[in-house]
T-cell receptor, first 116, second 114 residues
Framework: GAVVSQHPSRVICKSGTSVKIECRSL??????MFWYRQFPKQSLMLMAT?????????EQGVEKDKFLINHASLTLSTLTVTSAHPEDSSFYIC????????????FGDGTRLSIL | SQQGEEDPQALSIQEGENATMNCSYK?????LQWYRQNSGRGLVHLIL?????REKHSGRLRVTLDTSKKSSSLLITASRAADTASYFC??????????????FGKGTLLTVNP
């Protein structure tokens, strides 16, 4: 089946550090990738939609200068949390929609970000 | 804002019993999907039901959709301990909306006791 690899799976770093998270579709091309944030025992909140070769579309309330998204190829999207602070600590999950066919999104295993 | 509201928030049953989870939503949709999430992991797609469908089956899963009531249910029959996870409904599309952008409900935490 379709596989989405998300890396790293866990990050612990100091306040003020910038953190990059990668999302790769391993065996399919993804026209669109999505980035979500999930706080403990809560649902997934869509942060932004990433389209290959174009600027990301951010949801209301999500700071685009804080959460930089790059979708340079059909198999890779990156999310960079710039100058992270403790309130940015969360579980970040990406998903990818296959380019071909009417298929559901495939999700990565998430990245647990902890800012000290 | 949250589109879907699952109910119950938590459900604890014995192995072999059936588990029913419900989801309500507010706006029109193109389809509704159910996902499963094991603790600390990503989501696994379980089943998709289109707005013109009323019921769908996949193995031990049965999903219903009532667009007049804007609600859906997920039934897991003959539950197993390995079914323990959080289950989310997600809606896509609708009037003016993207067919691909998903809005998730709050989820139901299912615990199946051996």
């Amino acid at each position: 089946g379709a596989v989405v690899s998300q890396h790293p799976s866990r990050v612990i770093c100091k306040s003020g550090t910038s953190v990059k998270i990668e999302c790769r579709s391993l065996d399919f091309q993804a026209t669109t990738m999505f980035w979500y944030r999930q706080f403990p025992k809560q649902s997934l909140m869509l942060m932004a939609t990433s389209n290959e070769g174009s600027k990301a579309t951010y949801e209301q309330g999500v700071e685009k200068d804080k959460f930089l998204i790059n979708h340079a190829s059909l198999t890779l999207s990156t999310l960079t949390v710039t100058s992270a602070h403790p309130e940015d600590s969360s579980f970040y999950i990406c998903s990818a929609r296959p380019r071909r066919g009417n298929q559901p999104q495939h999700f990565g295993d998430g990245t647990r970000l902890s800012i000290l | 804002s949250q589109q879907g509201e699952e109910d119950p928030q938590a459900l604890s049953i014995q192995e072999g019993e059936n588990a029913t989870m419900n989801c309500s939503y507010k706006t029109s949709i193109n389809n509704l999907q159910w996902y499963r999430q094991n603790s600390g992991r990503g989501l696994v797609h379980l089943i998709l039901i289109r707005s013109n469908e009323r019921e769908k089956h996949s193995g031990r899963l049965r999903v219903t959709l009532d667009t007049s009531k804007k609600s859906s249910s997920l039934l897991i029959t003959a539950s197993r301990a390995a079914d323990t996870a959080s289950y989310f409904c997600a809606t896509a599309g609708g009037s003016g909306g993207s067919n691909y952008k998903l809005t998730f409900g709050k989820g139901t935490l299912l615990t199946v006791n051996p």
